[in-house]
């Protein structure tokens, strides 16, 4: 892979609702805090609706906008294709991309099956171009130095992780049927909106999955058809009906490659919690903790601390130490969500100049594909699958 000669990479992003915002923020943000190998440069974005789009661009600093993707792609003065599109134009887009030799991040989940993840993964490796998924999650300082620290072997053999994402916003029945909430658009439920984060957290904490066996539920099956409005909010368009196609939520257990067992639990079902993403890991030496509604905040226990003072205790991941955050502020004075991002896309950034693919990349985008499509093989089957 050749890297950029360039002192600056020209970003052309698809889409510029909820996650195209968090992107051009971030963006904004990199030169700001960070030191890239390569200055992104706001370029150009698309989208279908010329007024939406073109007040978007405005407002979150792009120069120019196009009404179709294909035009983007098309044009000599962008090196970067960013995809923030639904899940089902992933794979159509990042292949055009990469035959156009443009370097191309996209939005989790890659594609919408197996088959269509391994052709985009060809195609970024024939293209020979840098290529990285949005698993913003992994580049949270506390998750950063919860890996650290297994990987120091401080909390010796791993046992056990146990992962829930718990949202709320679509328990009211009477929550618009949204692309989310359709197969042939988003792929899958709860399970590949929010599930897929919790499987890369638990390959980039524990390893690699061998097998696993799931259930699934779709507790409201119908509901009134609409559009997303912005962020998780979305209207309804009249009294018109559809049917809900993808999993409320998914529960699944696994066994690891390196011995762990697993238990997983992602729904959007469980009122009170608006984006309650945790997980915990039990090692023969210690346990880790962290909960993205606390993402500052992780909590570790260590088995040979000195009896009586023997428990969890709680560590404030912003000295300067810890991954990312000596870029912001002194210690104590927190970092945010729209963060991650930052230092997920600094990383991308200083791939393209380099000439890597940063991880998580399309090879990690197929591996997690196929661990979606095998919880969804187990629950229509009621039987353990191996990978």
Excluded at 382 to 387: A, D, P
């Amino acid at each position: 892979m050749v890297g950029l000669t360039s002192k600056e990479v020209r970003i052309g992003m698809v889409g510029y609702q909820f996650m195209g915002k968090m992107h051009s923020h971030a963006y904004r943000d990199i030169p700001f805090f960070f030191d890239p190998k390569v200055k992104p440069v706001l370029q150009a974005i698309s989208g279908r609706n010329e007024s939406a789009v073109k007040e978007a661009a405005e407002k979150m600093g792009w120069a120019s906008y196009e009404t179709d993707w294909r035009r983007l792609i098309e044009r000599d003065d962008i090196d970067v294709i960013d995809i923030v599109t639904p899940n089902h134009t992933h794979a159509e887009i990042a292949i055009a991309a990469a035959e156009a030799g443009k370097h191309i991040i996209t939005e989790k989940p890659l594609a919408l099956t197996v088959e269509e993840a391994e052709r985009m993964y060809e195609a970024v490796k024939k293209a020979n171009v840098t290529h990285m998924i949005c698993h913003n999650y992994r580049f949270v300082p506390a998750v950063q130095y919860a890996r650290k620290l297994i990987e120091e072997g401080r909390l010796g053999r791993i046992f056990h992780v146990r992962a829930n994402y718990l949202q709320d916003f679509i328990i009211d029945p009477s929550f618009p049927l949204v692309w989310r909430l359709k197969k042939e658009v988003s792929g899958s439920g709860a399970l590949g909106d929010i599930g897929a984060h919790s499987i890369d957290l638990a390959r980039f904490l524990v390893g690699d999955f061998k097998e696993l066996v799931s259930t699934m539920e779709t507790f409201v099956k119908e509901r009134p058809i609409g559009e997303m409005s912005g962020g998780l909010s979305a209207k309804a368009e009249g009294d018109e009906m559809g049917e809900v196609t993808v999993d409320d939520a998914t529960c699944f257990l696994a066994r690891f490659e390196n011995g762990a067992l697993g238990v997983f639990e992602a729904t959007r079902f469980a009122g009170g919690n608006r984006n309650k993403n945790k997980f915990e890991i039990n090692g023969e030496k210690g346990s880790i903790r962290w909960d993205m509604e606390n993402m500052n905040n992780l909590e570790v226990y260590f088995a040979d601390d000195e009896p009586g003072l023997q428990g969890f205790r709680l560590i404030n991941v912003t000295e300067e130490v810890h991954p990312y955050v000596g870029a912001y502020w002194p210690a104590g004075h927190i970092i945010g969500y729209e963060h991650s991002f930052i230092h997920l896309l600094y990383e991308f950034l200083n791939g393209i100049v380099e000439g890597t693919s940063p991880k998580p990349n399309f090879e990690d985008g197929v591996i997690n594909q196929k661990i979606l499509a095998a919880v969804e093989k187990s629950a229509e089957t009621k039987q353990w699958i191996t990978l």
